[in-house]
């Protein structure tokens, strides 16, 4: 059973930086891709960024150049560096792992999530 443990929420003032870190339970080389996505209330969870196995990395335009997603393979890791944080970056953020299982079928993972709240 795969689990992701998502942590490094918090509240931050605007302009604030954090870094949130998503520890699998198992090798996450064996995941095709990882990602953040994010749920703020009244509204749909969202990609935040996304990074292959080979390291090809995606980001939604709401936070290209604030944002970086990175992997620490040894560690079993994903991270999401977050600068510049702005209060409609305020969201539940949740770490996704994806694992190709055939040509046709995909299973994902989710965490649990962890609150990230910017404001003053």
């Known amino acids: 059973q795969v689990q992701l443990v998502e942590s490094g929420g918090g509240l931050v003032q605007p302009g604030g930086s954090l870094r949130l870190s998503c520890a699998a339970s198992g090798s996450i080389f064996s995941f095709n891709a990882m990602g953040w996505y994010r749920q703020a209330p009244g509204k749909q969870r969202e990609l935040v960024a996304t990074i292959t196995k080979g390291g090809s990395t995606n980001y939604a335009d709401s936070v290209k150049g604030r944002f970086t997603i990175s992997r620490d393979n040894a560690k079993n890791t994903v991270y999401l560096q977050m600068n510049s944080l702005q209060p409609e970056d305020t969201a539940v953020y949740y770490c996704?792992?994806?694992?190709?299982?055939?040509?046709?079928?995909?299973?994902?993972?989710w965490g649990l999530g962890t609150q990230v709240t910017v404001s003053s």
């Open positions: 996704k792992a994806e694992r190709v299982l055939t040509t046709s079928a995909i299973q994902n993972y």
